[in-house]
């Protein structure tokens, strides 16, 4: 049987691109149908012949254990409710997108309905932790120069609450003598986040060492591949691996990251009466909804709030 491709999928492509979206959203899109499109092999449906029980089983399938990767890799675990519906939302996109051109589909965009997803309050860790955290590099890095780039980039996500990817693409130009950072942020939206000067008092160490490069970037690798690159520049599974490392050497069972870092950011300015809608604006978030989430994810808030205006409370 011939191989089912999904139609007009490079057009699909195309108009994500022309929405001027990040290529991670875009390869985000690719990717998550890509799973569908495998579903649809797997179960030999020609995608002129689906129907809502399709959908049905194409939402089992992605509960189920026994699918493999878009990659063709076994899977560990079963997906999350959020992964979930970020693919059935992204069959969705492209079923309004068929049908935006007046291209046939078989059923409705609304017809993909998503899953209930559980709802996780984010593990943030103790104040004390975080900092024992981004204080690791200078004790259990033996090199000096990576000691100090990655105290530097850690000491750099807690003052500013910047993701990941954002950090990575700082660049020297993106900072001013003041220690404002500008940053292309998700959706390519653009903000300005700051400095602590215990943040630049890091940076400044770390520069003294970084050494001539080519690279405009303000954090550089200085092994592998990339370290010979014009371009060069440090890849996320690097520094999430690194502060995997640390937790580990530091004996914190809660499962900290890298954005665990950007929730406590974002955590500790509400726990000390921070405005949500400042909040809001540090992290590049669209919506006030997704930054409340951050303030509610403390219990030690919480308690605060009820001591404080509980009727009852004396």
Partial sequence: MKKIQLPHFEEFIL???ARNLSEETVYNY???LKVFENFLNETKTPFEKINKKTILNYKAYLISKERKTPNQKQLKKRLSGVSINRMLSALRT???FLAGLDFKIPVLPNAVELVKAEKRVPKVGEFEEIVKLIEAPTQFEK???VALRNRA???TLFSTGLRISELLNIKLTDIDKSGRIFVRGKGKKERFVYLTPRAKKHIKEYLKVRGKTDSPYLFVPYR???ANSKEKKISPNYLESRVKRYRELLGINIPLSCHSIRHAFATFLAESGANPAAIQILLGHESLSTTTRYVHAS???AEKVLKKYHPLKE
Avoid: P, V
Wanted: aromatic content about 10%; charged content about 55%; proline content about 0%.
């Fill in 15 to 17: 108009n994500l691109r």
């Fill in 30 to 32: 690719e990717r998550d």
């Fill in 94 to 96: 492209y079923l309004k």
């Fill in 143 to 145: 090199d000096k120069k």
């Fill in 153 to 155: 980039m850690l000491e």
């Fill in 224 to 226: 592998g591949k990339r």
């Fill in 299 to 301: 219990q030690r808030y």
